[in-house]
C-alpha cells in the first residue's frame, strides 16, 4: 500500500508490534548507561529514571528525572507531521474521491484506540496524537461537511483519562489556521508557492510586492486576490496581465522572465526546476491586452544571454523586497 494511502501507517505498526515498550525499553537502558552510577530509582512500567544531579552554581545536588513520555512525544509530534503531510498531498490530488479517503481514517483511529488500549492508559500522549489527528481533518477539510469523522472512547477508562481530556494542551497537533486550507477544487499545480512560515505571512508579504509592482508606473495589472492565488498553489482565472515593454513596444517577456528568474533563485517561492517555468508562466500571465503569452521558449533564451531592456524598474523593486 503507498505510504499516502496509509497516513497513520506508523502509528498502527507502533502499537500493534508492542514498539512502545520497545522504545521504552531502549529508553531505560540508555538512561542506565548514561546515569550510571547517580540512579535513584527506576519506575520500569512508565519508563521513569530519577537520578542525583549536581547543580554547577553551588556545587549543591538534587535529583533529576528523565521521563520516556517526553521522549515518545517528541517522536509523536515528528510522525503526526508527516501523517499530516500525506493527508494533504492525497487530498489535494484526488479532489475527487477524497472524502471517502478521510472518512475512512475514522476506521484506522477507532482501531489505534482499541488495540493499544494499555498503552494509552499508560502514556495518554498517544491519544493526544489521536484526537490530534481527528481535528485535524474535521477542521480542516470537513468543516464545511455535514458528516465528521467521530472515534469512539468508550473502550477507555475516561475517568481515569478526565484530566488528560479536559487540561491537555494537544501540544503535538499544532492544527494549521484554516487560512492554510486549500479546497483541493482551488488547488494548481501549476501556481507558484511562496516561501514563508505559514499562509498568513505568505498574504503579508505577496500584498506588499503586490503593491510595488502595481506602484505607478505599474508592472502588473490584476486584482490583488488573483496575485496572491498565482503564488499559493492555487487556481488562476483571468491572469496577471504582464505590462513592462521592451525597446520594440511590444509587451517584455525577457523582462517577465528575469522576474520568475530573480524569485526562483533567491528562494522567495519554492524552487521551480527550469525546464517547468514556461507551462508555470503560460499558465499564470498574460501580455498588456490579456492574451496567452507566445514564444517564450526564445524569450527565455534571451533573458538568459543578457540583462533585458527596462530591468531598472525590476531591480528597484527587489532592493525593497
Given at each position: 500500500m503507498e505510504s499516502n494511502k496509509a497516513p497513520l501507517r506508523y502509528f498502527e505498526d507502533l502499537l500493534e508490534y508492542n514498539k512502545v515498550n520497545e522504545l521504552k525499553d531502549n529508553f531505560i537502558k540508555n538512561g542506565k548507561e548514561k546515569f550510571e552510577g547517580y540512579i535513584e530509582t527506576i519506575d520500569s512500567s512508565k519508563g521513569i529514571i530519577i537520578y542525583l544531579n549536581s547543580y554547577h552554581e553551588d556545587g549543591a545536588k538534587g535529583t533529576s528525572i528523565a521521563s520516556f513520555e517526553s521522549t515518545l512525544t517528541n517522536i509523536l509530534r515528528a510522525e503526526f507531521q508527516k501523517s499530516k503531510s500525506l493527508i494533504d498531498d492525497f487530498v489535494l490530488n484526488n479532489s475527487d474521491k477524497y472524502l471517502q479517503y478521510l472518512y475512512h481514517q475514522q476506521k484506522t483511529l477507532q482501531y489505534l484506540i482499541n488495540r493499544g488500549k494499555s498503552e494509552i492508559m499508560v502514556f495518554p500522549v498517544l491519544l493526544n496524537l489521536i484526537l490530534g489527528v481527528q481535528r485535524y481533518i474535521n477542521e480542516k477539510y470537513l468543516y464545511n461537511q455535514e458528516k465528521k469523522i467521530n472515534v469512539d472512547l468508550s473502550n477507555l477508562d475516561t475517568d481515569q483519562l478526565s484530566a488528560f481530556l479536559e487540561f491537555s494542551n494537544l501540544e503535538t497537533v499544532d492544527i494549521s489556521n484554516k487560512k492554510d486550507y486549500i479546497n483541493p477544487e482551488d488547488y494548481s499545480a501549476l501556481s507558484f508557492s511562496w516561501d514563508s512560515l505559514d499562509h498568513s505571512q505568505r498574504i503579508d508579504q505577496l500584498t506588499h510586492l503586490y503593491s510595488l509592482l502595481t506602484a505607478n508606473p505599474p508592472v502588473i495589472q490584476c486584482s490583488q486576490d488573483e496575485f496572491i492565488n498565482a503564488f499559493s498553489q492555487r487556481k488562476v482565472i483571468h491572469g496577471i496581465k504582464w505590462l513592462l515593454k521592451g525597446k520594440n513596444g511590444d509587451v517584455s517577456k525577457s523582462t517577465l522572465f528575469y522576474f520568475v528568474d530573480f524569485l526562483n533563485r533567491e528562494s522567495y517561492i519554492n524552487t521551480?526546476?527550469?525546464?517547468?517555468?514556461?507551462?508555470?508562466?503560460?499558465?499564470?500571465?498574460?501580455?498588456?491586452?490579456?492574451?496567452?503569452?507566445?514564444?517564450?521558449?526564445?524569450?527565455?533564451?534571451?533573458?538568459?544571454?543578457?540583462?533585458?531592456?527596462?530591468?531598472?524598474?525590476?531591480?528597484s523593486i527587489f532592493s525593497q523586497l
Open positions: 521551480v526546476p527550469y525546464s517547468e517555468l514556461n507551462k508555470r508562466i503560460e499558465y499564470i500571465f498574460r501580455d498588456n491586452k490579456g492574451e496567452v503569452l507566445k514564444n517564450l521558449r526564445q524569450s527565455k533564451n534571451t533573458s538568459k544571454e543578457s540583462v533585458p531592456f527596462g530591468y531598472e524598474r525590476l531591480d
